[in-house]
């Protein structure tokens, strides 16, 4: 498989519930990043990692607490969720920082 | 701070029209430009990228943009627009600055 895979595609929870979106690339690239996309609303940048190190944090609520344990790998950690939570998260990877990105199909999260 | 301001939400056409979507960015460094696209249902892809060299840059499905360094602008630019070109064009600088994306809906 190629490219960049994000499970679950699909994920409703609760606001008391504890929950894993995973992401994965195949392309060999050194930066990963978390974006939120909620309707009518800019893409919001959440977390950067390069080199499996956060080099970046926009002021996300630690509700909301990322993994990256290989280059490879990205995990975006929920709990204790709120209703304006519900978006469609993206995973997106890149060569380096500021080279073009390539995204996943995302994981469209609902909070009840 | 870094700031992407594409200035059109939604933009209408019909089949066979011009196109320019505008995008203006704030970043006073050196700067990675990006035109992304994102069809009904699909992933965002890449469009067209500029890195460096000649300001006018070429990408995929006949589309372009163009650099101009004293207006902070990459404008996406395509003579001739097909249905198939209905989708959300989002701009971006570096590898962190998106713009709210502009729709675009071609009417066949």
């Known amino acids: 498989e190629t490219g960049v895979t994000q499970t679950p595609r699909h994920l409703v929870m609760g606001m008391t519930n504890k929950k894993s979106l995973k992401c994965e690339q195949h392309?060999?690239?050194?930066?990963m990043y978390w974006y939120k996309q909620s309707a009518k609303k800019p893409l919001e940048l959440m977390f950067v990692y390069s080199l499996e190190e956060r080099v970046e944090n926009n002021s996300v609520p630690s509700r909301f607490s990322p993994e990256c344990p290989n280059s490879s790998h990205l995990f975006l950690h929920l709990h204790t969720l709120q209703p304006e939570d519900s978006a469609l998260y993206l995973c997106?990877?890149?060569?380096?920082?500021?080279?073009?990105?390539?995204f996943g199909p995302g994981t469209r999260l609902t909070v009840t | 701070a870094q700031s992407v301001s594409q200035h059109n939400h939604h933009v209408i056409l019909s089949e066979a029209a011009s196109l320019e979507l505008g995008c203006n960015y704030s970043?006073?460094?050196?700067?990675?430009l990006f035109w992304y696209v994102q069809y009904p249902g699909q992933h965002l892809q890449l469009l067209l990228k500029?890195?460096?060299?000649?300001?006018l840059v070429k990408g995929i499905k006949g589309f372009e943009a163009e650099f101009i360094k004293s207006k902070f602008s990459f404008n996406l630019r395509k003579p001739s627009v097909q249905w198939s070109d209905t989708a959300e064009y989002f701009c971006?600088?570096?590898?962190?600055?998106f713009g709210a994306g502009t729709r675009l809906t071609v009417k066949p």
């Open positions: 970043y006073g460094g050196t700067v990675n």
């Open positions: 392309l060999g690239h050194n930066a």
């Open positions: 971006a600088v570096n590898d962190m600055r």
């Open positions: 500029y890195f460096s060299g000649d300001p």
């Open positions: 997106a990877s890149s060569q380096e920082r500021d080279y073009e990105q390539y």
